[in-house]
């Protein structure tokens, strides 16, 4: 892969690792999005992985944006001119969010540090969200003059509501991991050296299941999120019509007839 993202895999287990600790992991180039997105793509490909794991290193999960690029005027921010700028939100961090957004493999966010800005948005994306205690979180961008130019927006009222994710854009405070989870941020807090394996713990039990079987329920997930009922009842029609004919679902049911452990192969 690239220079801003580590893959470790783990049977059918990935793990990305964002690997620029000394910007925070903040994502400053197109480059760094790039990798991202050709990363996700790549692992999409891939029929044996069947579960992500999107973590950083050193003291934080990601910074966000990289303001000093901002402040240069060069990199995924703001360029000359407004227009030149639009573009470059839409081929650069909105494409990586449309890629996180549009995988099919179900992601994990081990946030272990500093999640802020466009890095809180990046968590937002993943499926599951678990924290380390020393993990910190803000909408910040407010407090740097600008809007939530990555699809926060979005993202974060479908998860907390309107009034809450309001109440954290419109005053760009930080909060920590227990408050994070009181939000419904996150679902758990673990000690900072327990995050990883409290993912991996998660992951495996994700991926024990039946992998075609995996992928269509999180794009029903994900479907259900703006669609109406009479939509998703069609769509789940269509989808159960394609994992019945598979030889995962046949030995789930004559496993279960047999009163054994399931074996799947992932046909």
């Not at 499926?127 to 205690?133: C, H, L, N, T, Y």
Request: with cysteine.
């Amino acid at each position: 892969m690239g220079e801003f993202l580590k893959v470790e895999r783990r049977g059918k287990i990935a793990i990305l690792t964002m690997i620029k600790p000394e910007s925070m992991n903040a994502i400053g180039t197109h480059d760094d999005c790039q990798d991202i997105v050709q990363t996700l793509r790549q692992l999409g490909e891939d029929r044996g992985v069947s579960a992500i794991i999107l973590t950083g290193s050193g003291k934080a999960f990601s910074a966000g944006g990289n303001l000093k690029s901002m402040q240069e005027r060069k990199g995924i921010g703001v360029l000359d001119q407004p227009d030149a700028t639009r573009s470059n939100y839409r081929k650069g961090v909105q494409a990586v969010i449309r890629a996180l957004m549009d995988c099919e493999i179900p992601m994990i966010a081990a946030v272990n540090g500093h999640a802020i800005g466009l890095g809180c948005d990046l968590a937002c994306t993943c499926d599951i969200r678990i924290a380390a205690e020393s993990a910190k979180f803000a909408c910040s961008f407010i407090k740097v003059g600008i809007v939530p130019g990555d699809g926060g927006a979005w993202l974060l009222q479908k998860i907390l509501g309107y009034p809450r994710a309001a109440e954290l854009f419109l005053t760009g405070d930080r909060f920590d991991a227990a408050t994070a989870k009181d939000y419904g941020l996150v679902t758990e807090v673990v000690p900072d050296d327990e995050l990883l394996d409290r993912a991996i713990a998660i992951a495996e039990r994700i991926v024990c299941n039946p992998p075609r079987a995996l992928r269509l329920t999180k794009r029903l997930l994900r479907e259900a999120q703006h669609s109406r009922l009479n939509d998703i009842l069609e769509l789940s029609a269509a989808y159960q019509a394609i994992v019945h004919e598979t030889a995962d679902n046949r030995e789930a049911i004559n496993a279960f007839v047999e009163k054994r452990e399931p074996v799947f192969t992932g046909d």
